[in-house]
T-cell receptor
Framework: KQEVTQIPAALSVPEGENLVLNCSFT??????LQWFRQDPGKGLTSLLLIQSSQREQTSGRLNASLDKSSGRSTLYIAASQPGDSATYLC?????????FGAGTILRVKS | AAGVIQSPRHLIKEKRETATLKCYPI?????VYWYQQGPGQDPQFLIS???????DKGSIPDRFSAQQFSDYHSELNMSSLELGDSALYFC??????????????FGNGTRLTVT
């Protein structure tokens, strides 16, 4: 059974810092990995999708990496802003469904 | 661009009542997924459909059923509602199934409150 773990559970940083969110998964037989952002009580916004054959994807200040063999992914956020405050969820495509981690709650202080 | 549409946005029901949640996928998407997210929890997979056939099943209670229609929209039917069913219910859609490297796009969810 696929299990996804995210570390840290919560993170508070001052504005402008670069930060890294970690995601690990137990079964390396994944099709791809997707990072999402969720604001309180809101829907899930897809940030980046990394296919299983890829090593990383970039979008603006976000960079996600994937090491499938070791079962790890990182989401790097450069020059963090207060508007980045949200919960960040990592999910792997395992079988025909996404399996989510518990998320990292990020707070960027101005 | 068109996104995944879910209705209603909010729903309040009493215990033992029934509820129907609707999901309209992104045009041309043929796969629909349903997730349940309890307060402070990560989304839990309930069920998915590909080309109107059930493709995978997760932790969906027997009191719940779902289907995908010919126009690819999907409905989640929930009967004998319990207090513990109060949650945010998300629908997501993708093209040709998740394993074909198509990202899942989520709707804004339906918040169900059972009193």
């Amino acid at each position: 059974k696929q299990e996804v773990t995210q570390i840290p559970a919560a993170l508070s940083v001052p504005e402008g810092e670069n930060l890294v969110l970690n995601c690990s998964f137990t079964d390396s037989a994944i099709y791809n990995l997707q990072w999402f952002r969720q604001d309180p009580g809101k829907g899930l916004t897809s940030l980046l999708l990394i296919q299983s054959s890829q090593r990383e994807q970039t979008s603006g200040r976000l960079n996600a990496s994937l090491d499938k063999s070791s079962g790890r992914s990182t989401l790097y956020i450069a020059a963090s802003q207060p508007g980045d405050s949200a919960t960040y969820l990592c999910a792997v495509i395992s079988g025909n469904k996404l399996v989510f981690g518990a998320g990292t709650i990020l707070r960027v202080k101005s | 661009a068109a996104g995944v549409i879910q209705s209603p946005r909010h729903l309040i029901k009493e215990k033992r009542e029934t509820a129907t949640l609707k999901c309209y996928p992104i045009p041309r998407h043929d796969t629909v997924y349903w997730y349940q997210q309890g307060p402070g929890q990560d989304p839990q997979f309930l069920i998915s459909f590909y080309e109107k056939m059930q493709s995978d099943k997760g932790s969906i209670p027997d009191r719940f059923s779902a289907q995908q229609f010919s126009d690819y929209h999907s409905e989640l039917n929930m009967s004998s509602l319990e207090l513990g069913d109060s949650a945010l219910y998300f629908c997501a859609s993708s093209l040709a199934g998740a394993k074909y490297n198509s990202p899942l796009h989520f709707g804004n969810g339906t918040r169900l409150t059972v009193t």
